[in-house]
């Protein structure tokens, strides 16, 4: 009887694993993970510290140590599937780089900008003049400049980052996720776009 339910897991595994398909997807949640730690640490809005790990009770093992579950999951699941799994790659000296130039925008000038709201943050990940008004003529060409930089570093990032994982077609993707990023993490009296492109404040 033992053999014969043996034999039975056996080919019914092997049917699975030759129906399994093995796609790399762009995995959104792991890519919105990053985007928030990098957003968190350029805006000095690193997040909050996370919670010690509950304990957990023991699950039930098997006599080699291994729980049933993991015995019929590693029967079912084909290895390669599992190390095909995409994450997110996000640290790179490039993005370190751009990080850090865009870190001092934000604690300089564009932060003023931002502050005064003559800068937003647009809804394809970019940032904007919204009211050239706001700022000094006698200013208005390096605010302009300011913002033509931190945009070229944008576009470099969110490039570097699909690069990095050797997905460069998930570059749109990365894209729209840091632009839900940087919006949700603006501060308070900032403007940014809507899906619409009209401009909100904060």
Not at 32 to 50: C, R
Not at 75 to 104: C, V
Not at 129 to 151: C, F, G, I, Y
Request: overall charge neutral.
């Amino acid at each position: 009887m033992r053999k014969l339910v043996y034999v039975i897991l056996t080919s019914l595994a092997v049917a699975l694993v030759g129906c399994v398909t093995i796609n790399v997807y762009f995995p959104e949640a792991a890519a919105q993970k990053a985007a928030d730690q990098f957003i968190g640490n350029v805006l000095d809005d690193a997040g909050q510290a996370t919670p010690p790990a509950s304990k957990q009770q023991k699950p039930a093992t098997d006599n080699h140590g291994q729980p049933p579950s993991a015995m019929l999951l590693d029967l079912l699941i084909p290895a390669a599937y599992a190390a095909d799994t995409p994450n997110i790659r996000i640290q790179t000296s490039t993005t370190e780089a751009i990080g850090e130039r865009t870190r001092q925008r934000f604690q300089g000038e564009l932060g003023a900008l931002l502050d005064s709201g003559a800068v937003g943050f647009t809804n394809d990940g970019m940032v904007a003049m919204r009211d050239p008004a706001k700022v000094p003529l006698s200013q208005r060409a390096q605010a302009s400049a300011t913002v033509a930089d931190e945009n070229r570093d944008r576009a470099a990032l969110y490039r570097e980052v699909a690069n990095a994982n050797n997905h460069p077609e998930w570059e749109p993707q990365i894209r729209a996720t840091f632009a839900k990023g940087w919006i949700e993490k603006a501060h308070a009296g900032w403007y940014y776009q809507d899906a619409a492109g009209a401009w909100q404040r904060k």
